[in-house]
């Protein structure tokens, strides 16, 4: 079975894993780390949380910010490990690969983009608010004088 390792800023990585459990509570092969809550050493951390995990399945690693702290970190340890990495996750993401028991590169890609189709503005075609034109926002000053 695959690992699933959510690391972040924060506590956020915690949020997400306590979530998942909500949909599926068996969930043992998620993970979490929050980076930078309990010390700063994020990479003596992420080594420690690698090394804990079940052996024999493959290991994704999921991080928040692209090009972030916590990113980087796991970008230098990727090749070292040999684990897939997700940067910019989401929860329809993390749901997915909680249920995912193989993934390989060509399978997360897939997952990634199903994620990333799933970012919508749901009242897309409720017009937004008309902005004042300058003519109108200068009337607007000579009406207050």
Not at 54 to 74: E, L, R, Y
Not at 122 to 133: H, M, R, V, Y
């Amino acid at each position: 079975m695959s690992q699933v390792l959510i690391a972040t800023h924060s506590t956020l990585a915690e949020g997400f894993a306590s979530a998942i459990r909500f949909f599926k509570a068996d969930a043992d092969n998620v993970h979490f780390l929050n980076g930078y809550v309990a010390t700063t050493e994020f990479e003596r951390e992420l080594r420690e949380a690698l090394e804990a995990l079940p052996a024999g399945g493959p290991v994704v690693v999921c991080t928040d910010i692209p090009g972030g702290s916590v990113n980087q970190v796991a970008m230098r340890l990727a090749g070292e490990y040999g684990f897939l990495l997700v940067s910019g996750i989401n929860m329809p993401l993390l749901l997915e690969l909680a249920f995912e028991d193989d993934p390989t590169y060509e399978t997360l890609a897939q997952t990634v983009a199903s994620a990333r189709a799933q970012l919508m503005l749901p009242l897309a075609d409720i017009p937004a608010p008309e902005e004042p034109s300058a003519e109108e926002e200068g009337d607007e000053d000579e009406e207050e004088l």
